[in-house]
């Protein structure tokens, strides 16, 4: 909202007369008159009526006041969301940002991560997916000295959302920090999954999901109606059916309930009970797709905080309230 005043104040000389410089000021910011109506009112130019009123501003006879918007009905929302699903905090955006994730979203990620208290030696874990794909072009937070892990493997997926080496990478560019890399893919043989058990390399990643103090996740979708999910999810297997969705490629169903499938036994990735020790987890989501989604996610304790926006936060409350009716 921006509001504009006259008033007799202690002003600089001005070549211009006074009264000259106040009707043209009254007629635009009190009147609504465009320069055009000015100038023929005022039997002057158009560029002299824009002078007139560039003057005027300089020697503070009209002040030009720009207020935040009002942020007591999103903070309420955001309370009632987050006391809902029995997270910590919610950070909402106003209306429907599910088609620009990244740069509606990263001044809340933002937030999010300046109040983890990262310090220099700390480990956040970035998730895989197109949600965080595109945070990691974004403009986020410098975290010096902080390291960044994958949460899951993904060397060997087609498409750049699911290479999470590349997310660390971007993130760790944007952010000043450093990255950590997991070499494998999702889903590798039972004879892979075994032989990682006992590489020093991989054996340092499970310390450093077992020791990360933040994390950014994504929120999937059920994955029997994605377009794009990593290529070793047999999403077509009956056994993910009943999946509201996934965080890491943990997938649950809407009571957070967890959804196993043939050989999840062997995902490269952090486990539930890891990411529910993590002190502050955020999950960034927003969509018609995602509502239950976010509830199963909220109910299966994958994240202690959100970032989605309005439209999303009223529809997640929707359904809840449904389910209690």
Known sequence: MVSATTGDVGRPESRFAPEVLYEAARMYYMEDANQAAIAAAMKVSRPTVSRLLTEARRIGMVRIEVLPPAQTASDALAAELASALGVDKAYLAEGDLANRIGPGFAPMVGVALREMGLMPGDVLLAASGRTLYELSRSELPQLPGVVVVPTVGGQAEPEPWHQTNEIARAVAERTGAHPAFVWAQALPTAEMFQMLQRDPDFQRIQRLWASAKGAVVGVGAPPTTRGSISRFIPREDNSL?????????????????????????????????????????????????????????????????????????????????????
């Open 241 to 325: 059916a009943r999946a509201a969705g996934d965080v890491c490629l943990n997938f649950f169903d809407l009571d957070g309930n967890e959804v196993r499938f043939p050989g999840s036994e062997y995902m490269v990735g952090i486990r539930p009970a890891a990411l529910q020790a993590i002190p502050h987890s955020v999950a960034v989501a927003a969509g018609q797709d995602k509502v239950g989604s976010i509830v199963g996610g909220a109910r299966a304790r994958l994240f202690k905080r959100l970032v989605t926006d309005t439209r999303t936060a009223r529809s997640v409350l929707d359904l809840l309230a449904d389910a209690a009716a």
